[in-house]
């Protein structure tokens, strides 16, 4: 079987109000931002995405037709469709639709460790981790690059009882803390709050990531909740206004608007 016709697993759920077809979409989509296929690879034929996602060649076309409107494939008369040449402003696209997609990185991305210090909880830190004025937390820092090119700056901040359970964290691939917290607390997160804002190019921010100081950035800030109701990590997120696309979607549940 070809590499990039996906195993004869079930990926496709009839029951979900999403249509089928956006679900193939999304999917190949996935494959796509995560470098499983590259620019000027060759999709799998019709037959072969109806027979892997088993689903009728409208669904299939149909979602052909979502992914040549967003430009990530194009079609060669008497050749094929192929993934398209990505532009340099879709170098990474944060794809959350789930709790799942907010703990969880792309395939494309890997970190390199700034630093990671013990230090007192600033206003901001202690009011959204819920922590007593003087408290203690560990602070990392994280630079986000797909291939050598910087696409986010995170500071991390876990409370330090927390911290000291964290096994080695990696200073490169694509582990998240949130994964690990996860492990080690021994249950899982629940909830993510995500508050964006935009803000000014730190010199930090502007040395690593290649932007003019003071200039406009779009920052994240993620606080993260475990089952037993504690807040567990607050990530503050930069990310390269040129090399990064958040992108968010929202399902209609069954029965509702």
Do not use: W
């Not at 040449?85 to 709790?99: F, K, P, Q, T």
């Not at 964290?169 to 935009?198: A, D, H, K």
């Not at 920052?219 to 090399?243: C, D, F, K, M, N």
Request: glycine letters at 6%; hydrophobic letters at 40%; a positive charge.
């Amino acid at each position: 079987m070809s590499p990039l016709v996906p195993p004869p697993r079930t990926l496709i759920d009839g029951a979900q109000p999403v249509p089928l077809y956006y679900q193939v979409a999304r999917d190949l989509e996935r494959r796509i931002t995560s470098r499983q296929l590259k620019p000027g690879d060759p999709l799998p034929t019709e037959l072969q995405l109806c027979e892997s996602y088993g689903v009728s060649r409208i669904t299939v076309r149909k979602a052909m037709e979502d992914l040549v409107a967003k430009r990530l494939v194009m079609r060669q008369r008497g050749l094929g469709t192929f993934v398209a040449e990505a532009s340099y402003a879709n170098r990474l696209v944060s794809h959350v639709g789930s709790l799942h997609d907010a703990v969880a990185y792309s395939d494309a991305l890997t970190f390199r460790q700034l630093s990671r210090e013990t230090l007192p909880a600033s206003g901001f830190v202690a009011e959204a981790l819920q922590l007593p004025a003087d408290s203690q937390v560990q602070k990392i820092v994280r630079v986000g690059c797909v291939d050598a090119d910087a696409v986010s700056l995170t500071d991390i901040y876990v409370p330090s009882d927390l911290a000291a359970r964290l096994t080695k964290i990696p200073t490169r691939g694509n582990v998240s803390i949130s994964r690990q917290l996860e492990e080690q607390l021994g249950e899982p997160l629940v909830r993510v709050e995500q508050t964006v804002v935009p803000v000014a190019v730190t010199e930090l921010i502007a040395e690593h990531m290649g932007l003019k100081l003071r200039s406009p950035i779009l920052q994240i800030r993620r606080l993260y909740t475990a089952a037993s109701g504690r807040h567990v990590e607050l990530a503050v997120v930069h990310y390269h206004p040129q090399r990064y696309t958040f992108k968010i979607e929202l399902a209609r549940s069954a029965g509702r608007i």
